[in-house]
């Protein structure tokens, strides 16, 4: 077991709709864009205080910029404004608390 928990977000349909503004987006649907997504490491859950509400203020910020980036790397095309509000009212995130990893190998960073 790893001394982290999971975030994944899945976009609403404010995120999608600006997504969809953009030029050279497929024809997808929401529900095809939510198929699949990025799971975020997140520090470990160690306290029952440690949820949602605690950890989204910390990370929201790198989370929203990384999935912004994933489609348009200038910034100026992102939104102006991008706090918690504007966050949680584009994508809902989801939280496991157990990350268990089941290969018997070194994790590798290819960023590092």
Do not use: H
């Amino acid at each position: 077991m790893l001394n982290r928990c999971v975030m994944t977000v899945r976009a609403k349909q404010p995120f999608f709709d600006w997504l969809k503004g953009l030029p050279s987006v497929s024809n997808m649907t929401l529900e095809q864009w939510n198929e699949d997504g990025v799971a975020y490491l997140l520090p470990e859950v160690e306290e029952k205080g440690d949820d949602l509400t605690t950890l989204i203020p910390l990370c929201f910020d790198m989370i929203f910029e990384r999935e912004l980036a994933a489609w348009r790397e200038n910034e100026k095309d992102w939104p102006a404004k991008r706090d918690l509000a504007l966050f949680l009212e584009w994508f809902e995130p989801q939280l496991r608390s157990v990350v268990i990893d089941l290969v018997d190998a070194p994790l590798e960073d290819d960023e590092a």
